[in-house]
């Protein structure tokens, strides 16, 4: 890897780093896990920011917001873990039993779970910000994918921070 902006000694020690865990997966695996609940954490202050931006006429406080950011991230994560063991769950049967109707099972309860994150987080922004049904929607919209760039920096943070550290 060739990042041009570091000293060549810090260059040379991210490589070697990177070829012990391309030998070694299961360390960065484990650093990964270990990290992501901490950035995750680390993430609610920088969305309640973005919330407070997006709703800047609505009279908030920085503290409603983040109050609002970690209810529903919270959420976010509680349905993230429904589905994903709601998807275990019945693969684990369907294998055990061979009834494929139990797979089949498993993808509409995590189509019904996000749906319903869906539906939730917007009732939810548009019950608290008490505006319109389009200017919740146009918000909600460009809330959505601005949650997701920041997830997405986030996990590249935390992949790089795992790669120093680990």
Known sequence: MDLPFLPAEEQARINERLRFLVKNPDIFTQRIIQLTPQMMLLMLPFWALF??????????????????ALHTHGFILLSLMLAVGAAEVTTALASLTGIEFLSRLGSWIDFSIFTWMF??????????????????????????????????CVFVITVVYSVITA
């Open 119 to 152: 539906i939730y987080l917007f009732l939810t922004q548009k019950n608290f910000y008490q505006q319109g049904w389009l200017f919740t929607a146009v918000k909600f919209l460009v809330s959505g994918f601005a949650y997701s760039l920041l997830l997405l």
């Open 51 to 68: 919330l407070k931006l997006i709703y800047v006429f609505r009279r908030h406080y920085y503290l409603e917001h983040l109050t609002v």
